[in-house]
């Protein structure tokens, strides 16, 4: 009868001890960090950014595995993980988007050695020598052959598109920055696609015209179409593969 009436007691001493156990057990297991499993090279600053874990989040916020300084990367951008087929890069509803060697991702996309990965406007070359194709094959420059420009109608100052992308806003970060308090931190991206030249508008407050007319979303655009950032209005020229500036606008 004793025993029935202790039992509560036993039984919690019992699991206060198991708990007990297991976290010294956890203590004494860890193990400091390793060798990086991958290595993220700023391109532009040649900062190194450790990818010690099998699954790594990037972006601006505190908790994210890899802190981002541009202010174009989202808080939670993207995660970067390792799987049984190898690499991958995933996306997690940011605001400017993941790319991938020039490339906009959708989902997860995976990713080899030597792939330049750009989050918030600033390329990061993917190292891990272990990830390499299969083929043996270097990494593919998407859209570098294809250029265009931006020419601004008040300046005559002409922004060069040499890499199929070029970002617009009035953040120190974007390709072309106009100093407009009406004009967004991201407010527009020009970029070649595999439908053509596109404008989309990254949910501007004073939204983006082409033409004359306000887009809602992507449009596409040709050579000599005007569109406006704004009161802000730039030519667009495409010069197609060939990179003449007489090619095309």
Known sequence: MKLVLYLPQII???????????C??????????????????????GKKLAISTYETSLGRAKNCD????S?????????????????????????????VNGEQTEGSVRIYHGDVI?????????IAPHAGREDGAPPPVLNSG???GLVNLATNYEYAIENGRITIG???NCDVVIEDRMVSRLHAVVQYTDEGWVVTDNDSRAGVGV???????SEPISGGDKIMINTHIFVFKDYGETGRRDARG
């Open 12 to 22: 919690l001493s019992l699991v206060a001890i198991f708990i007990i156990a297991r």
């Open 24 to 45: 010294f057990i956890s203590l004494f297991s860890m193990r400091p960090a390793g060798k990086p499993k991958a290595v993220l090279i700023n391109k532009d600053s």
């Open 66 to 69: 890899i802190l981002l300084a």
């Open 71 to 99: 202010t174009l990367a989202s808080r939670s951008h993207a995660v970067i993980s390792r799987r049984k087929k190898g690499w991958f890069i995933t996306d997690t509803d940011s605001k400017t988007g993941t790319f």
């Open 118 to 126: 750009t989050i918030g406007g600033v390329d990061y070359t993917f």
């Open 146 to 148: 294809v250029s265009g």
């Open 170 to 172: 009035r953040n120190e």
């Open 211 to 217: 033409n004359g007319y306000r887009i809602h979303g």
